[in-house]
T-cell receptor, first 115, second 113 residues
Framework: EPEVTQTPSHQVTQMGQEVILRCVPI?????FYWYRQILGQKVEFLVS????????KSEIFDDQFSVERPDGSNFTLKIRSTKLEDSAMYFC?????????????FGPGTRLTVT | GIQVEQSPPDLILQEGANSTLRCNFS?????LQWFHQNPWGQLINLFY???GTKQNGRLSATTVATERYSLLYISSSQTTDSGVYFC???????????????FGQGTILTVHP
């Protein structure tokens, strides 16, 4: 069964450093998402991406964040200058190989620890 | 935006017991998904159920879209069912299909042997 993959599974970085989280969505999907979950809290939407542009973003997704689909398979989330409060689990998701395909498929997540 | 509320917040069971988790949502939705978050933090997709009833083994789910709630049933619970269960909804508008999922706060389920 096709699945969304994410790398790395765990990343530790120092405050102020740039990080890039990588995702490979399901191959025939058209819509891509990033969510995050701070420890002990609910999952929050960050950004959605369709047709090579951001279609929606949350208040969390400020100028420190960016997304890119550099080729036909990868989808990346970049945090330019990490802060302690960026420590969280980051989930990539994809959906939509057809008009009625609203179900979102989630990757296993990347746990980001900022020290 | 849409509000998603889950109840109960915590649930403690003995192995073998049955349970019902509830998800209430404030607006019309065209996507509702139930997830189980395992101890490693992974979100396991249980059901995609914007309406109707589905069953998968010991788990089943029902969504009554007109009354804006969904129920997740766990029968004959096992210790491996422990974890956090999330409901997530996507607001129905304009027929677009790229809308975000809004998650509830989750129900923490603990199953004792």
């Amino acid at each position: 069964e096709p699945e969304v993959t994410q790398t790395p599974s765990h990343q530790v970085t120092q405050m102020g450093q740039e990080v890039i989280l990588r995702c490979v969505p399901i191959s025939n999907h058209l819509y891509f998402y990033w969510y995050r979950q701070i420890l002990g809290q609910k999952v929050e939407f960050l950004v959605s991406f369709y047709n090579n542009e951001i279609s929606e973003k949350s208040e969390i997704f400020d100028d420190q964040f960016s997304v890119e689909r550099p080729d036909g398979s990868n989808f990346t989330l970049k945090i330019r200058s990490t802060k302690l409060e960026d420590s969280a689990m980051y989930f990539c998701a994809s959906s939509g190989d057809g008009y009625d395909s609203y179900e979102q498929y989630f990757g296993p997540g990347t746990r980001l620890t900022v020290t | 935006g849409i509000q998603v509320e889950q109840s109960p917040p915590d649930l403690i069971l003995q192995e073998g017991a049955n349970s019902t988790l509830r998800c209430n949502f404030s607006d019309s939705v065209n996507n509702l998904q139930w997830f189980h978050q395992n101890p490693w933090g992974q979100l396991i997709n249980l059901f995609y159920i914007p309406s109707g009833t589905k069953q998968n083994g010991r788990l089943s789910a029902t969504t009554v879209a007109t009354e804006r709630y969904s129920l997740l049933y766990i029968s004959s619970s096992q210790t491996t069912d422990s974890g956090v269960y999330f409901c997530a909804c996507r607001l129905h508008f304009g027929g677009t299909s790229y809308g975000k999922l809004t998650f509830g706060q989750g129900t923490i389920l603990t199953v004792h042997p």
